[in-house]
């Protein structure tokens, strides 16, 4: 990349980050406690490249708790390990329409209506524990490092409050095992969900983890091989039609990025073939979507041509403009 688009990406990531920080709007999360003592000025974003750079503003090295970021990466692990008709015959693909922790199925299947809800993500990780048992969490937890492209970590006091308050996700679990959707065991299976949304993270790392996604699997600055190619192709599709809740149609509408949110103020996007983009505010609208991460990926998706059905000269040409 030239001295000169570097210099343009991130005055344009600086930019959009001053912008986006004056807006105050929106509510920390305050279910457990410790989600509670974030600071609510917080604010990074984080642009990695699938030529293996990384830009930012603001606060990106900040921790915080991945939460239902989580649940697209497992999501594309449960394929990888299962194959895509297995996983397909305990969850669908369909928008929910309805909030990240609804208590509704497919009325004719049973099925919960995607891997991006709880009920969805539930169930992928009774998946995962069917088919790696007590490992299933330290194979979670390395795929995710090597992806970030360092070793992660687990928040414990974030773990334990969710185990203790969870009861809305263990009554999901309950009645997914009992419509027999749900595999493995419900307490171990429900375990393996908060540890996996307690694993701390950094808005970089959601960028790299993201970009290893547009990268089609491989993590572009240590060449590592983390996901399966077609498991890719599959993630980024649920993430575009239900990644963001019951806000995934405006969102598919009007930034055009497969994404995912989650309730401790990640935002993480794919650009295939191009980019990572990461946002963290712990600041949330209604919906549990970060307020400054929805508003950033707005500018930085019109700015850079990011939306996926750009029809400008812009649009996919990042490649061209910065990559190269
Ligand atoms: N741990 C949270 C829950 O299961 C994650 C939800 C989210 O990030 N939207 O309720």
Not at 198 to 218: E, K, Q
Not at 277 to 291: E, F, I, M
Not at 317 to 322: A, N, Q
Request: charged share 20%; glycine share 10%.
């Amino acid at each position: 990349m030239s001295a000169d688009a570097e210099e343009e990406l991130q005055g344009i990531l600086s930019q959009v980050h001053a912008q986006c920080a004056a807006d105050t709007r929106g509510e920390v999360a305050s279910y457990i406690p410790e989600l509670s003592l974030a600071s609510p000025d917080d604010f990074g974003l984080a642009l990695a490249t699938v030529s293996g750079r990384i830009f930012t503003a603001g606060e990106t090295e900040t921790p915080f708790t991945i939460q239902s970021v989580s649940k697209a990466f497992t999501y594309c692990l449960a394929n990888e390990l299962l194959g895509p008709d297995e996983v397909m015959r305990h969850v669908g693909v369909e928008p929910s329409g309805d909030a990240f922790n609804s208590i509704e199925f497919d009325p004719t299947t049973a099925r919960p209506f995607n891997p991006m809800v709880n009920a969805g993500a539930i169930t992928v990780a009774g998946l995962l524990y069917s088919e790696l048992g007590e490992g299933a969490f330290d194979f979670i937890l390395e795929r995710f490092s090597r992806a970030a492209g360092r070793t992660l970590d687990m928040d414990d006091a974030v773990y334990r409050s969710e185990c203790e308050t969870g009861h809305r996700n263990r009554a999901i679990a309950h009645l997914l095992k009992g419509t027999g959707v749900l595999g493995g065991p419900v307490d171990e299976v429900v375990d393996l969900y908060f540890r996996q949304c307690s694993i701390r993270v950094t808005a970089a790392d959601l960028a790299w983890m993201s970009v290893t996604l547009a990268n089609l699997g491989v993590q572009p600055r240590t060449d590592d091989t983390v996901f399966d190619l077609m498991a890719v192709r599959d993630t980024q599709s649920v993430m575009y039609s239900c990644g963001m809740y019951n806000y995934s149609g405006n969102w598919g509408f009007r930034v055009g990025i497969p994404a995912k949110s989650g309730v401790g103020g990640g935002l993480a996007g794919v650009v295939n073939r191009q980019l990572g983009v990461a946002a963290y505010s712990p600041r949330l609208d209604a919906k549990g979507n970060t307020v400054r991460g929805v508003a950033a990926f707005e500018l930085l998706a019109e700015e850079l041509g990011l939306h996926a059905f750009c029809c400008t000269k812009l649009g996919s040409s990042i490649v061209e403009r910065f990559l190269r």
